[in-house]
């Protein structure tokens, strides 16, 4: 199962298999605008690169999202991983399927992993949770195993880049599908030294 720390939630089921609920191309403009609060956020930290990278990804013209019945909602975000999200009125834990961020609040580069991801994520943002069918639905401490993507935008891929956070899942799980591609967007971003590579020896587990 998945491992990480408790965040208190309880039970949930495999309702909404693919929760969708996304912001069309009117609202793209405004994750844009978020994303030029991020700099103000990464700069305070000293992660020029990370702003760089990060500022990269949402300025893609991503693709219409759309509704496909049940809304997802970011209530919260909990740390550079873990999240909030109400869907259909009920609140839940969301877990970042197949990246591990520091741990709050101690942890080398963790304040910056979870101030990007609440620039990215802001309370009331739309959001677009996908299961991965070879990954469990939940792990031990209830918290729903997604991958997240918002305007089109995969939110852990964007940690990822910005070298926030790190590629991982547990060992005698089965391989998350878009794992790949954050193992080489981190493997790029350690190289280049972005974000809190610049710092710290290494990102999450």
């Known amino acids: 199962m998945w491992d990480g720390p408790s965040v208190g939630q309880t039970g949930a089921g495999r309702a909404g298999v693919r929760e969708r609920d996304g912001p069309g191309r009117a609202a793209v403009g405004a994750l844009r605008r978020r994303a030029a609060r991020w700099l103000i956020v990464a700069a305070a930290f000293g992660t020029a690169a990370a702003v760089v990278a990060f500022h990269e990804v949402l300025t893609d013209d991503p693709p219409d999202v759309g509704s496909a019945g049940g809304g997802a909602v970011v209530s919260r975000v909990v740390d550079g991983d873990t999240l909030r999200v109400t869907v259909d009125g009920r609140d839940v834990t969301v877990r970042l399927l197949g990246v591990d961020a520091p741990e709050m609040p101690d942890g080398c580069g963790a304040k910056e992993a979870t101030a990007a991801l609440e620039t990215l994520l802001p309370v009331g943002t739309p959001v677009t949770l996908t299961v991965d069918p070879e990954a469990d639905d939940m792990d031990r401490w209830g918290?729903?195993?997604?991958?997240?993507?918002?305007?089109?935008?995969?939110?852990?891929?964007?940690?990822?880049?910005?070298?926030?956070?790190?590629?991982?899942f547990p060992k005698g799980e089965p391989e998350p599908e878009r794992y790949p591609v954050y193992e080489a967007a981190v493997s790029a971003a350690r190289s280049e030294r972005v974000g809190s590579w610049a710092e710290c020896p290494g990102l999450g587990r």
Not at 145 to 168: N, Q, T
Request: charged fraction near 25%; aromatic fraction near 12%; glycine fraction near 12%.
């Open 143 to 168: 918290r729903w195993l997604r991958y997240l993507d918002v305007a089109g935008v995969d939110a852990a891929e964007s940690l990822s880049r910005a070298g926030l956070v790190g590629a991982w």
